[in-house]
Nanobody
């Protein structure tokens, strides 16, 4: 089992920045990917960014809508994944959920709200 705890959401003006953090605990050695999804009111949950563990390095993938503005990093020593969000837009508003998976299950955090005002 893996537990995920997010922090760092809040209210920011358009063009501003926020950094989200997600700390993992439990059977963390089994995690092979961590990332972030978001869900806006009335919309489906969508992938924002994910970092996948490779044989010798980690690979990051982003939704087209955030490429060049968001950056995901994973600190293995702290079992934490970060999402640096720059040049935020009102359409980035939503609940952001930390995500992790091992070979068997996906795991989700409780979510943190990001609101970008115009």
């Amino acid at each position: 089992q893996v537990q995920l705890v997010e922090s760092g959401g809040g209210l920011v003006q358009a063009g501003g920045s926020l950094r989200l953090s997600c700390a993992a605990s439990g059977t963390i050695f089994s995690i092979n990917a961590m990332g972030w999804y978001r869900q806006a009111p009335g919309k489906q949950r969508e992938l924002v960014a994910v970092v996948t563990r490779g044989s010798s390095t980690n690979y990051a993938n982003y939704a087209d809508s955030v490429k060049g503005r968001f950056s995901i990093t994973r600190d293995g020593a702290k079992n934490t994944v970060y999402l640096q969000m720059n040049s935020l837009k009102p359409e980035d508003t939503g609940a952001y959920f930390c995500y992790a998976r091992d070979d068997r299950f996906p795991y989700w955090g409780q979510g943190t709200q990001v609101t970008v005002s115009s």
